[in-house]
């Protein structure tokens, strides 16, 4: 059974500390993504990688950086938290090629900053 | 500039009859298509797809149909279900470099009303 798994499902947080999301996927697939939901906005893509050590900003990475050191793993760091970083965080991963769109979503970090 | 619309937040729809959620795109580079379902507090998962060479694709109770002329799509949910309940995501990727990114919709919560 395919898996994408994050490291916590809830998180709090303080303002200004650093917040590490992790995200293992066991499908060797080669892209991965990270998303923040929000009500009304949608899934927004704030980076994307698709090889390790690759990384490609998303549609809104600021205040956001990521590290892809090994194939299966892809990490979001918020390097100061701040409270409009209060969101669900979903992780997802893709095999490469044309015809494999179709993303498979980790179950989300539900993160407050307080 | 939003390039998949979902024009209705919200939906509510009697159990036993039919559910229709619509979206539109702009971007003519599009050529698949995916509907996500999410309940809250879980990750999104993938319902159904269609690509661009197809007006109509069938899973069971899921019908997706693809109208490429006025770049509209619509996911049709027969009979509604309680269990249906839940937020869709209308989806869509693109041709070329890049093409593994999907760009989603703002989502349409539906309610099935037992």
């Known amino acids: 059974d395919v898996k994408v798994t994050q490291s916590s499902r809830y998180l709090v947080k303080r303002t200004g500390e650093k917040v590490f999301l992790e995200c293992v996927q066991d499908m060797d697939h080669e892209n991965m993504f990270w998303y923040r939901q929000d009500p009304g906005l949608g899934l927004r893509l704030i980076y994307f990688s698709y090889d390790v050590k690759m990384k490609e900003k998303g549609d809104i990475p600021e205040g956001y950086s990521v590290s892809r050191e090994k194939k299966e793993r892809f990490s979001l760091i918020l390097e100061s938290a701040s409270t409009n970083q209060t969101s669900m965080y979903l992780c997802a991963s893709s095999p490469r090629g044309r015809g494999y769109n179709e993303q498979f979503f980790g179950p989300g970090t539900r993160l407050t900053v307080l | 500039d939003q390039q998949v619309k979902q024009n209705s937040p919200s939906l509510s729809v009697q159990e036993g009859r039919i559910s229709i959620l619509n979206c539109d795109y702009t971007?003519?580079?599009?050529?698949?298509f995916l509907w996500y379902k999410k309940y809250p507090a879980e990750g999104p998962t993938f319902l159904i797809s269609?690509?661009?060479?197809?007006d109509k694709n069938e899973d069971g109770r899921f019908t997706v149909f693809l109208n490429k002329s006025a770049k509209h799509l619509s996911l049709h949910i027969v009979p509604s279900q309680p269990g249906d309940s839940a937020v869709y995501f209308c989806a869509a990727s693109g041709a070329g470099a890049g093409s593994y990114q999907l760009t989603f919709g703002k989502g349409t919560k539906l309610s099935v009303i037992p």
């Open positions: 269609i690509s661009s060479i197809k």
């Open positions: 971007n003519s580079m599009f050529d698949y």
